[in-house]
């Protein structure tokens, strides 16, 4: 299979050279430029498999021009017990009749990141040695709390590689920043930046697109990659999940063969959703996908008007993985939705990046409105579905994983579908401890005390242990201090690798 970019003005390229680029050269991303599907017996067989032989069966379709035993190395380096502290890697659980969750938190770092950056180094690496690549490849991140702490996690001390983590100064959790500036590692740098995310995820963007330093870098031996969800090996190890899900529900018998669910994704950059959109033209029956959003619900107003806009006030929210204006990955869904229209998908880039806002023909609109629905979920209504969870359900939610319940809720209210569905879990509650204790612990409880005592708080109420990843966090050496202005990245970007 090969890949295309979806601004259509770069030449079709292996997997591994897409997933070594990252991002295509025209500023697009890059998508199969054949519809992959699975025949429906090759797809009954995953019942009777396990994770990593799911896993298999799936990035086997997508990385045609990986060996066999390539795709096996790379998916049990990273789906295995001293990564996960789940046999099962992304277990379902039932939370009430019909209506499950997809655990996707059970890696190092206890959201839903760790599904993809654990494999994403060895897919990278492979894809540098298989093409030929001399150069060190350098990890150039742009996070909004969760995917920086990942990406340092799968890239420590991996031979070949440097990883540069910018994370917005405003805007992530007190855990999150701690998980990032007591990173280990030989070959890690973290630098906060003085902004929010999409100050963040646009600097780096444009050191990505900035000709002058990537001939600088090029000349010292080094080239950029990516590891944030635009690059397509991000993307692929996420189509197995919903595969697995799927799967294991048929075979504990929940239910029938052919059976189509429902799928509902707390969404920010649009990755994990998109993912569940690939599966679904593959041919695993799922009904809906339902995006939920927090209060920067531009997806929502998207899904439902036709209309992206991003000219609105930037909010900071208890879902903060999720505060994203500019979804990048919705530019895969218009590519693919639009039947591989890059002239189209060009227009709206361009009309987003100079008005803030573009609009899509009601065919298109449709065309997403009959596979999609969108809702969003404020801080409180979010607080409130923890509680009522916990209460009635016995089962604590982070604050993300809420949103989608909040959201799944008014989809039934406003549907009537009784379609089985699968809540995804994005992050353990502990690692957004302080709302979630705050939603279901009295205030005697939790007063006075850091997010570090209420991991004991929560962890005593709950009857959960609290997750490897997060304990003595409090007690690391701080080893990445440095702050700097949005227009100062490029510099530390040299700095980090002694240019
Ligand atoms: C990244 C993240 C999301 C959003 O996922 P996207 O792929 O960006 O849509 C949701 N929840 C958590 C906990 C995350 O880390």
């Not at 799911?54 to 035993?69: E, G, I, K, M, N």
């Not at 902004?195 to 900035?210: A, L, P, R, S």
């Not at 799922?286 to 995006?291: A, G, P």
């Not at 959960?464 to 490029?490: R, S, Y």
Request: hydrophobic share 40%.
């Amino acid at each position: 299979m090969l890949y295309e970019s979806t601004r259509g003005k770069y030449l079709s390229i292996t997997s591994a050279e897409a997933i070594k680029a990252g991002i295509a050269p025209d500023g697009g991303l890059f998508v199969p430029a054949t519809r992959p599907g699975i025949d429906l017996e090759k797809l009954h067989k995953m019942t009777s498999m396990n994770y990593n032989e799911r896993a298999f069966v799936v990035l086997q379709h997508f990385l045609t021009d990986y060996s066999d035993d390539e795709i096996k190395d790379c998916i049990n380096n990273a789906y295995n017990m001293d990564k996960f502290d789940s046999p099962e890697i992304a277990p379902v659980k039932e939370l009430s009749q019909g209506i499950y969750t997809l655990e996707l938190w059970h890696g190092p770092t206890c959201a839903f990141k760790d599904m993809a950056l654990q494999i994403l180094p060895h897919l990278l690496t492979r894809a540098a040695s298989k093409t030929g690549e001399k150069s060190e490849i350098v990890i150039l991140v742009a996070t909004s709390g969760d995917t920086g702490k990942a990406a340092l996690e799968g890239f420590k001390d991996v031979p070949g590689t440097r990883i540069v983590v910018f994370y917005p100064q405003e805007g992530v959790s007190e855990i999150q920043k701690l998980q990032m500036i007591t990173q280990e590692g030989k070959n890690v740098n973290v630098i906060a930046v003085d902004g929010n995310f999409d100050d963040t995820q646009t600097g780096v963007k444009e050191i990505f697109g900035d000709q002058g330093i990537n001939r600088e870098l090029q000349t010292n031996g080094y080239r950029f990659s990516s590891a944030n969800s635009i690059n397509w090996g991000r993307l692929v190890p996420q189509i197995v999940y919903y595969f697995s899900a799927y799967f294991d529900l048929l075979s504990q018998g929940k239910i029938e063969r052919g059976e189509a669910i429902n799928f509902v994704v707390p969404t920010g950059n649009f990755g994990n959703i998109l993912a569940g959109y690939y599966a679904r033209a593959m041919g695993l029956p799922i009904h809906k996908l339902v995006c939920a959003a927090n209060e920067n619900n531009v997806l929502t107003e998207f899904i439902r008007t036709g209309i992206y806009d991003r000219n609105r006030a930037f909010k900071r929210t208890i879902s903060p993985s999720m505060d994203i204006l500019i979804s990048s990955n919705l530019e895969r869904l218009l590519y693919e939705i639009t039947e591989h229209n890059a002239e189209a998908v060009n227009e709206w880039m361009e009309t987003l990046k100079e008005k803030g806002w573009y609009e899509v023909e009601p065919g298109i609109r449709d065309a997403i409105d009959n596979i999609f629905w969108s809702e969003y979920a404020t801080d409180r209504e979010t607080m409130q579905t923890i509680k009522d969870t916990f209460n009635q359900h016995n089962y604590l939610m982070d604050t993300h994983t809420a949103v989608g319940k909040n959201v799944y809720d008014k989809y039934v209210l406003a549907t009537q579908d009784k379609t089985k569905t699968v809540i995804v879990s994005t992050a353990s509650p502990f690692k957004f401890n302080a709302s979630v204790a705050r939603a279901v612990l009295k205030e005697e409880e939790i007063a006075g005390k850091s997010e570090f005592e209420l991991l004991d708080v929560l962890a005593q109420a709950s009857g959960i242990a609290i997750p490897e990843g997060l304990k003595n966090l409090d007690q690391k050496p701080l080893l990445h201090t440095d702050t700097v202005p949005k227009e100062e990245m490029p510099g530390a970007v040299k700095e980090g690798l002694g240019l």
